[in-house]
């Protein structure tokens, strides 16, 4: 296929549905009247408020980013260099929460976090304390802890996956030599996983930089990263000028930290003596080898899955005592409307679209990547990972301003998937890059040489070696479209929602039947993510990047 037309596909997807609703936005926002109106530039540099919204963003980002990294090395280590039974389980548990929507762990904190939390309860019934000790809620603290939630798996995949090929004997060496074990790994093995350890930084900066979910429903009104900031501009104030010049700034930011993210990537190609993993591993002997690998993973199993747990516990605890009424109910129109739909209803709609989704993008990711194996361009790769850097609010909001006539795509249902495929084909590309590049191009030479046509030789050499990528990409994928909320809280049919968008509704509605329907379907949720992410972890290629 020539590389011009196997740019066509992926190249007018980007355009219709992402450069030209940015463009769309921009224009409605900066030069309504066909000239540069720079009224939202002078009064975002005006006013200080919006310095401090950028520096709070920065250095939350910078601190969580730097306590992400400091608890995601040691579980790094143990899973890259240990052999034990359960080690694909505990890689499921801990990627989780990566892919959870924001309102699922936003109310499992609050479960165990809150006032009346678990934990501020036990601790006043212990020490017969009249009020919650622990006042975490609305504080940049609890942003910084489920950051730290999020994305610690992000570290463990990328720096476990470089440090599990490493060879052990370099450090061995060192040690022979007379260095402490401190110093050879300082020396000798810091300095190897350095490209590794960057480009997960960098990532989790760029995942913290634009967190939105976590800072509104956890962070309250006093705290507002620049994404949080676009939302109130756009939603509450209707000040497009102001939330376009914030847009642009978030989008500068996050192209760069892209780009140096993808050679940062390129470093990590250079030649080393890599190992396979059934070399670098060995099995625990003593016991207290066994005594710190349990200690370590144990300790991170519970953070990731105690909120979990917690929304599963509270989801069958009714006021009759434990049961199964919240989902019983699930199934029940209470309002006896026809304009109503029955919650469960959007567990179908989660799985219809998520099907849809992954048609658009699992094509779309593997041209890209197989464009951009070959393509001499650097600048392409971060250009394709900009959807994933991009507001969901910027860019649901476009949708909704450039899908209009001729179009006429702003009542349709298909937005949905077409917003998904958007976020999620970034995925694709980086579950089947690394695969691409690491095909010796004398196969497809042979194949060439044999007399097959670059599509023959495409499917008899390259289609088997990246199946196991490419279904792995699409459960990414899968995963992504079921828990993802903002853009599908603007662009989706109010007769059509998503779990997460009917977990919201049903939040924002009072009573204790609303909150434990919200309970019950945040459970079913998190069941299909983590089934999702156990077959993804079975069907991974050990270099993909998540």
Same mark, same amino acid.
């Given at each position: 296929?020539?590389?011009?037309?196997?740019?066509?596909?992926?190249?007018?997807?980007?355009?219709?549905?992402?450069?030209?609703?940015?463009?769309?936005?921009?224009?409605?926002?900066?030069?309504?009247?066909?000239?540069?109106?720079?009224?939202?530039?002078?009064?975002?540099?005006?006013?200080?408020?919006?310095?401090?919204?950028?520096?709070?963003?920065?250095?939350?980002?910078?601190?969580?980013?730097?306590?992400?990294?400091?608890?995601?090395?040691?579980?790094?280590?143990?899973?890259?260099?240990?052999?034990?039974?359960?080690?694909?389980?505990?890689?499921?548990?801990?990627?989780?929460?990566?892919?959870?929507?924001?309102?699922?762990?936003?109310?499992?904190?609050?479960?165990?976090?809150?006032?009346?939390?678990?934990?501020?309860?036990?601790?006043?019934?212990?020490?017969?304390?009249?009020?919650?000790?622990?006042?975490?809620?609305?504080?940049?603290?609890?942003?910084?802890?489920?950051?730290?939630?999020?994305?610690?798996?992000?570290?463990?995949?990328?720096?476990?996956?470089?440090?599990?090929?490493?060879?052990?004997?370099?450090?061995?060496?060192?040690?022979?030599?007379?260095?402490?074990?401190?110093?050879?790994?300082?020396?000798?093995?810091?300095?190897?996983?350095?490209?590794?350890?960057?480009?997960?930084?960098?990532?989790?900066?760029?995942?913290?930089?634009?967190?939105?979910?976590?800072?509104?429903?956890?962070?309250?009104?006093?705290?507002?990263?620049?994404?949080?900031?676009?939302?109130?501009?756009?939603?509450?104030?209707?000040?497009?000028?102001?939330?376009?010049?914030?847009?642009?700034?978030?989008?500068?930011?996050?192209?760069?930290?892209?780009?140096?993210?993808?050679?940062?990537?390129?470093?990590?190609?250079?030649?080393?003596?890599?190992?396979?993993?059934?070399?670098?591993?060995?099995?625990?002997?003593?016991?207290?080898?066994?005594?710190?690998?349990?200690?370590?993973?144990?300790?991170?199993?519970?953070?990731?899955?105690?909120?979990?747990?917690?929304?599963?516990?509270?989801?069958?605890?009714?006021?009759? &005592? !434990? +049961?199964?009424?919240?989902?019983?109910?699930?199934?029940? %129109?209470? /309002?006896? @409307?026809?304009?109503? *739909? #029955?919650?469960?209803?959007?567990?179908?709609?989660?799985?219809?679209?998520?099907?849809?989704?992954?048609?658009?993008?699992?094509?779309?990711?593997?041209?890209?990547?197989?464009?951009?194996?070959?393509?001499?361009?650097?600048?392409?790769?971060?250009?394709?990972?900009?959807?994933?850097?991009?507001?969901?609010?910027?860019? &649901? !909001? +476009?949708?909704?301003?450039?899908?209009?006539?001729?179009? %006429?795509? /702003?009542? @349709?249902?298909?937005? *949905? #998937?077409?917003?998904?495929?958007?976020?999620?084909?970034?995925?694709?590309?980086?579950?089947?890059?690394?695969?691409?590049?690491?095909?010796?191009?004398?196969?497809?030479?042979?194949?060439?040489?044999?007399?097959?046509?670059?599509?023959?030789?495409?499917?008899?050499?390259?289609?088997?070696?990246?199946?196991?990528?490419?279904?792995? +990409?699409?459960?990414?994928?899968?995963?992504?479209?079921?828990?993802?909320?903002?853009?599908?809280?603007? *662009?989706?049919?109010?007769?059509?929602?998503?779990?997460?968008?009917?977990?919201?509704?049903?939040?924002?509605?009072?009573?204790?039947?609303?909150?434990?329907?919200?309970?019950?379907?945040?459970?079913?949720?998190?069941?299909?993510?983590?089934?999702?992410?156990?077959?993804?972890?079975?069907?991974?290629?050990?270099?993909?990047?998540?």
């Amino acid at each position: 296929m020539a590389a011009p037309l196997g740019w066509l596909l992926p190249g007018g997807f980007l355009l219709l549905f992402y450069f030209y609703p940015l463009a769309a936005i921009f224009q409605r926002s900066l030069a309504p009247d066909g000239a540069f109106d720079w009224d939202g530039v002078a009064r975002v540099l005006a006013t200080p408020y919006f310095a401090n919204v950028l520096g709070f963003t920065v250095a939350q980002a910078a601190l969580s980013t730097a306590l992400t990294v400091l608890c995601g090395l040691p579980a790094a280590y143990v899973l890259s260099r240990w052999e034990f039974p359960g080690q694909a389980l505990v890689r499921a548990v801990i990627t989780v929460p990566f892919l959870l929507p924001t309102i699922v762990v936003a109310l499992g904190f609050s479960i165990i976090l809150g006032p009346a939390g678990w934990i501020n309860t036990l601790l006043q019934q212990a020490f017969g304390l009249d009020e919650p000790p622990i006042k975490l809620l609305n504080t940049v603290w609890i942003i910084i802890v489920a950051h730290i939630y999020y994305n610690v798996s992000v570290v463990v995949r990328i720096v476990g996956n470089f440090w599990a090929h490493l060879d052990p004997q370099l450090e061995s060496a060192a040690q022979m030599l007379g260095a402490s074990r401190w110093r050879a790994f300082r020396e000798v093995t810091l300095p190897l996983l350095a490209p590794a350890l960057v480009a997960a930084s960098l990532l989790v900066f760029v995942f913290d930089f634009t967190s939105f979910g976590v800072v509104l429903l956890l962070g309250g009104p006093r705290l507002a990263t620049l994404e949080v900031e676009i939302y109130r501009q756009t939603v509450n104030l209707f000040d497009l000028p102001v939330a376009a010049v914030l847009s642009l700034v978030q989008i500068g930011v996050t192209f760069g930290l892209m780009a140096l993210y993808a050679r940062v990537q390129s470093a990590l190609a250079r030649p080393l003596r890599l190992r396979p993993q059934q070399i670098t591993r060995r099995i625990p002997h003593t016991t207290g080898e066994r005594a710190a690998i349990a200690l370590t993973l144990g300790t991170l199993v519970v953070f990731v899955a105690l909120p979990l747990v917690a929304l599963a516990a509270q989801s069958v605890s009714t006021a009759d &005592g !434990f +049961g199964l009424r919240y989902y019983t109910e699930l199934f029940v %129109n209470r /309002r006896n @409307s026809v304009t109503y *739909v #029955p919650p469960i209803e959007a567990v179908w709609n989660s799985l219809a679209f998520a099907v849809l989704t992954i048609a658009l993008a699992l094509p779309l990711g593997t041209l890209s990547a197989q464009r951009l194996m070959q393509a001499r361009w650097r600048w392409l790769d971060p250009v394709l990972m900009l959807p994933l850097a991009t507001s969901a609010v910027t860019l &649901g !909001f +476009g949708f909704i301003l450039a899908l209009g006539p001729p179009i %006429n795509l /702003r009542s @349709s249902a298909w937005l *949905v #998937p077409f917003a998904h495929a958007l976020i999620a084909f970034p995925f694709v590309v980086r579950s089947v890059l690394p695969v691409l590049r690491s095909i010796r191009p004398n196969l497809r030479e042979a194949a060439r040489v044999l007399g097959a046509s670059p599509a023959h030789a495409w499917r008899a050499v390259d289609l088997p070696i990246i199946t196991r990528a490419l279904v792995a +990409g699409a459960v990414f994928t899968f995963t992504v479209s079921v828990g993802e909320f903002g853009a599908t809280s603007l *662009v989706g049919r109010p007769e059509m929602p998503t779990m997460p968008v009917a977990i919201f509704r049903l939040l924002g509605q009072p009573g204790a039947l609303n909150s434990g329907q919200a309970l019950a379907l945040s459970t079913i949720l998190v069941l299909v993510s983590i089934s999702a992410i156990m077959l993804m972890e079975r069907l991974r290629w050990e270099g993909a990047d998540f």
